[in-house]
């Protein structure tokens, strides 16, 4: 039996009704799986001032020392009080070291918070290793709770290696608490200019 010309063109329509969607569940499904791969990506690359998570300390370590400052931010939607205890240190290339945050929650309620994180400058972040840090997971205040939060890091010795690197003095390590009402990006961009303190 012949296939009429009406037929053929309802068979091409499907095709394309099937490619289309095809197409359509690709794109979603990319959009899942952008995240992780983003996040990936940053934590191989330093892309965005996302620092390096590792598990144990460098066995090596250089005379030269680097400065290390601290920032502390918190969102508009947060009604904690946070900063750093201390505001810089000097450790050696590779030496590790615990500094402290401390986070009060200032409202009548208990208030869940996660830490929002970079490096600046964006090219020293992949050489800035964190062995513990309060960020990995949120954090819960009761009301008018004060909180003292660890970050144990060392700067890879490597960084003095590189040419875009070696020349880097001081290195700005921030943090942003936002409310914990859905997943937050693990490395935050940097504030646009006028909106906080400048990074040093």
């Known amino acids: 039996m012949a296939v009429t010309g009406g037929e053929n063109r309802k068979t091409k329509d499907r095709t394309v009704a099937l490619a289309c969607l095809a197409f359509v569940g690709a794109a979603v499904g990319m959009s899942f799986a ?3 791969f983003y996040r990936l990506y940053c934590q191989l690359t330093g892309y965005n001032g996302t620092t390096q998570r590792v598990e144990q300390a460098s066995s090596v370590i250089l005379d030269r020392k680097v400065n290390v400052t601290f ?5 508009s939607g947060l009604n904690w009080d946070f900063k ?7 450790p050696r290339i590779g030496e590790t070291v615990e500094v ?3 986070a009060t929650n200032r409202s ?6 996660q830490a929002v994180f970079n490096v600046t400058p964006m090219e020293a972040a992949v050489y800035f290793n964190k062995i513990e840090c309060f960020c990995f997971t949120e954090t819960e205040l009761k009301p008018g709770e004060t909180l003292e939060m660890p ?3 060392y700067v890879d010795p490597e960084i003095a ?3 875009e690197t070696k020349n880097i003095g001081t290195i ?3 943090y942003t608490f936002y409310p914990h009402g859905g997943e937050k990006p693990v490395a935050g961009l940097p504030e646009e200019a006028g909106q906080t303190k400048p990074k040093l």
């Open 84 to 90: 750093p205890m201390q505001p810089s240190i000097s």
């Open 100 to 102: 402290k945050y401390t």
């Open 172 to 174: 700005t390590l921030s």
């Open 71 to 75: 920032d502390a931010n918190v969102s």
């Open 151 to 153: 970050v144990v890091f």
């Open 108 to 113: 009548p309620y208990p208030v869940k918070g």
């Open 161 to 163: 290696g590189h040419a």
């Open 34 to 36: 952008a995240v992780p």
